[in-house]
Structures are given as structure tokens and as C-alpha cells.
């Protein structure tokens, strides 16, 4: 049996793992590579291996980190099956048709410089078609199911806390005797609104652990909500407008559930607030469905007949005139919009119109990865381009990690410190500071590279 490391490896983004067991080869996540333009272009590249010799792809959550690059492998020959949670497969659905979407939007714009400049056009990565037919490999189950995918292969999708559907998935494998490799997908924070904690693992013999913040210890969340209403009555002083990118899934949905627990008790700013993303819309009602993911806190709310995602001065935009329109509105408000590492969507349009005013606020609530436009703004570069022109940064920028989807240092130890059964550790997903850092702490283990491979 063998394990091969194709993505986050010494990076975070572009998660793909590679497991061999006879004559079969299974991936675990698909995903496309995010940051710099050379980790970016990496997405264009060959698989480094034959999308149809892979016989299954177990899918730890829907974020394009993960899942992005499941139309591409259709596209070059895959017809296995992708295995996944119930609220993956249709989170899935729509993040794989928008990444499709922003493809063709940004290799069509691409083109016109391309064709201008006399140089060779180029192609999407993939289509909106080749999203939607891969969608048909799709097979989706109920978490701590034991599943059988071969004969001698079984799977069972724990809770990661990361995002609605998310999940650590247990792999056993029987060759001679059975062993079991655990991966952690993402795992979330503790006492993370909306959804349920991370499950603990007592089991092992191999785990992938994910690194993001392996160096990071958040502050404390109950703060968090309360710097943005500072921010809010920041930007009704300044007539000016509130900024947050923020990632269409999970990410605006916590937003929203905080902003409507400071409603409820009459203490939100009256400032109008809009949710600035058709896919955040979407998502949104996958997250009203799948109330089985749903810790005690929200699940009592509904009950007393509180729609946490609804409130006084909340707007969803959908359609594109109203986005521009925001661009006109001259009294204050807050937009919330995606991508939240400003690398694509509506929010490069906001950016664009409102970056280079001092009565803007740009107010960073997630992951920004090394090379984004996101990471440039809130790393203090005064100059960024946005859309091939440069733009001063005047606006003032703000942050709090403790937003993040992921679990900082202490949580992840404690994740680690529930096995009783000394499993060899393998860290990934984590740029290199991260890695080492987790590593020390932990005191074993073993830093992942990219294209390495590993005899279990």
C-alpha cells in the first residue's frame, strides 16, 4: 500500500492524496491550487497521474481547495465515483458550476488581451457542461456510516466542524491485515457557530493532519462579532462603506448568524448590510436544509421560530445590476461579498471602486493564502492591481483570525492528543512555517512533500 502527496504539501491549497492497494488507485479531494501565479498555474498542469486509471475520489468537503479540480479529472477520462456527505454533494453543485463559470468569465477577458497583444489564446480549465455532467459521478451518505466502495476497502465520514457537510474521513484497507489511515480534511474550531464540533478519533494507524494555522493561536471569539460592529459604527461616522470578503460558504453564513444574534438583542448598528454573492445565496438555502450538521445553539433558534439567516437591513444581491449599483449608493454600508481571498467574483469589482478611498474599511475575516490579492492587501502592499490597473490602497484594512473556519495550534494538538494509538502523523495543508511549527509542538511527525511517496 502505498500513500503519494499531490497537493498541500508544503502549501495549503490544492488538496489531492493519492492511495495505491493493489491494482487500485484511490484519491482523497481534487482540488484546485490557489495563491501565487505559479502555485495557480499548477492547476493547468498534467495530472501527475491517469485520471482514468483512479478508481474513486473521497471528497473531505466542498471548498474549491478540495473539490475544484473533480471537473478537470472528468474531463481527462475519470468515471469512478466521488464519495461524500450528503450537504457536500450539494454544496458541490453549484461551487463546481461558479467555478466553471469564473473559468470561462476569466479566460474570455484573458483572450481579449491575449488577441490584442497577438499572442495565443487559451482555454478554460474547464467548462460550465464538464461541472455539471461530473456532478453525475456524485455518490453522497450520512456521516459514521461504514461503507464498502470495494472489497476490500471501507470508508466512514466523521464530523470535521469545518463547514455544513464537512468531514474527516476513516479509510480501512485489508491487504494482509487491515489498516486504517485517517484524514483529517479541514477541521474546524471548537464552539464554532451553526455547526456541530469536531469529532474525536481514538484510532489510527496513519493521519493526515491538516496545518493552516499549525503555528496561530486565535483570539477569543466572542470578540470577534463586536470588532465588526465596531467596524459598522466606524463606517456610519465616516459615511463610508465596510468591506468584507468573505467566502461564499461557511464563511458568510457565520457572518450573517452573528449579525443576526446582535439583532436579536437590538444592538446592530442601523446600517444596511448586503450580501453581495449569488453563490452565498445559494449556499445559504443548502445550509437551511441540512439541519443535521447543526450544533444545539442553532437548532434551538429555529425552534423558537428565529430564521438566523434573515433580519431588519439584510439584502441579498442577486443580480448584477444591483451589484453595480452599490458602487453608486452614496450612504454607508457593509458588503459582503466573495471570494474571500479577493481572487475572483464580485468583491474585485468592490475593491476596485472603494480601495483607494480613506473612508473605506477592508475588514478580513478568513484564510488569506500566500500570493492572493487578499494576502497583498492585508500584508500592507500600498499599490495592488486589480483587473490589470493599479490601485492605492487608502483604505484602512482590518482583520480578525479568530473568524477562521480552521482550528488554530491548541485545538488541532488536542485533536491530535485523542488517539490512543500512536499513529505515524504525516502534516499537510500548511505553508512551511505553519508545517514546522505544528510539528515541534506535537514533538513527531512527519512534514509532507509534494510528490513524495510513502511505502505504509
Not at 244 to 259: D, R, S, V
Request: glycine share 6%; charged share 30%; hydrophobic share 35%.
Amino acid at each position: 500500500m502505498k500513500l503519494k502527496f499531490y497537493g498541500a504539501a508544503g502549501i495549503v491549497t490544492g488538496s489531492c492524496y493519492r492511495i495505491t492497494t493493489g491494482d487500485r488507485q484511490i484519491l482523497i479531494d481534487c482540488g484546485m491550487f490557489q495563491g501565487t501565479k505559479k502555485i495557480s498555474k499548477m492547476s493547468y498542469d498534467n495530472f501527475k497521474f491517469e485520471p482514468k486509471k483512479i478508481d474513486a475520489v473521497l471528497l473531505t468537503h466542498a471548498h474549491i481547495d478540495h473539490s475544484g479540480l473533480i471537473p478537470k479529472l472528468y474531463k481527462y477520462g475519470f468515471r469512478g465515483k466521488v464519495y461524500c456527505t450528503n450537504a457536500t454533494k450539494d454544496l458541490c453543485r453549484i461551487m463546481l458550476e461558479d467555478s466553471a463559470h469564473l473559468q470561462e468569465f476569466e479566460t474570455k477577458w484573458d483572450n481579449k488581451r491575449l488577441a490584442r497583444e497577438g499572442k495565443t489564446l487559451r482555454k478554460p480549465l474547464y467548462t460550465i457542461k464538464e461541472a455539471q455532467k461530473c456532478m453525475q459521478l456524485f455518490k453522497s451518505f450520512n456521516y459514521d456510516e461504514l461503507i464498502k466502495i470495494m472489497p476490500n476497502i471501507e470508508i466512514a465520514f466523521r464530523e470535521a466542524g469545518h463547514i455544513v457537510g464537512s468531514a474527516i474521513i476513516e479509510v480501512f484497507i485489508t491487504e494482509e491485515t487491515t489498516k486504517k489511515i485517517v484524514f483529517s480534511g479541514d477541521l474546524g474550531q471548537e464552539n464554532a457557530p451553526i455547526i456541530k464540533d469536531t469529532f474525536r478519533i481514538k484510532t489510527a494507524d496513519y493521519v493526515l493532519c491538516e496545518s493552516t494555522y499549525g503555528g496561530r493561536v486565535h483570539e477569543n471569539k466572542k470578540e470577534r462579532i463586536s470588532l465588526i460592529k465596531k467596524a459598522m459604527e466606524e463606517t456610519l461616522k465616516n459615511n463610508g462603506k465596510l468591506i468584507i470578503p468573505a467566502f461564499a460558504i461557511e464563511k458568510t453564513q457565520e457572518l450573517i448568524y452573528g449579525l443576526n444574534e446582535l439583532a436579536e438583542k437590538k444592538q446592530l448598528p442601523d446600517i444596511p448590510i448586503f450580501v453581495d454573492s449569488p453563490l452565498a445565496m445559494k449556499a445559504t438555502r443548502i445550509f437551511e436544509k441540512h439541519t443535521e450538521n447543526y450544533d444545539d445553539d442553532a437548532l434551538n433558534r429555529i425552534a423558537s421560530g428565529d430564521n438566523p439567516f434573515e433580519f431588519k437591513n439584510l439584502k441579498y444581491l442577486e443580480k448584477t445590476e444591483e451589484s453595480k449599483e452599490l458602487n453608486e449608493y452614496k450612504k454607508p454600508c457593509v458588503i459582503i461579498s466573495a471570494s474571500g481571498m479577493c481572487t475572483g467574483g464580485r468583491i474585485k469589482h468592490h475593491l476596485k471602486n472603494h480601495i483607494h478611498k480613506p473612508n473605506t474599511i477592508i475588514f478580513f475575516v478568513g484564510y488569506q493564502a500566500e500570493g492572493t490579492l487578499g494576502r497583498r492587501i492585508k500584508d500592507g502592499e500600498k499599490v495592488v492591481k486589480i483587473y490589470g490597473e493599479n490601485y492605492p490602497v487608502k483604505a484602512k484594512i482590518m482583520s480578525a483570525e479568530s473568524f477562521s473556519s480552521h482550528a488554530d495550534q491548541p485545538q488541532l494538538l488536542k485533536w491530535l492528543g485523542a488517539f490512543e494509538t500512536n499513529p505515524k502523523v504525516f502534516f499537510v495543508h500548511g505553508e512551511p512555517e505553519s508545517l514546522e511549527a505544528l510539528k515541534k509542538a506535537y514533538g513527531s511527525g512527519h512534514i509532507a512533500k509534494m510528490e513524495e511517496e510513502i511505502e505504509l
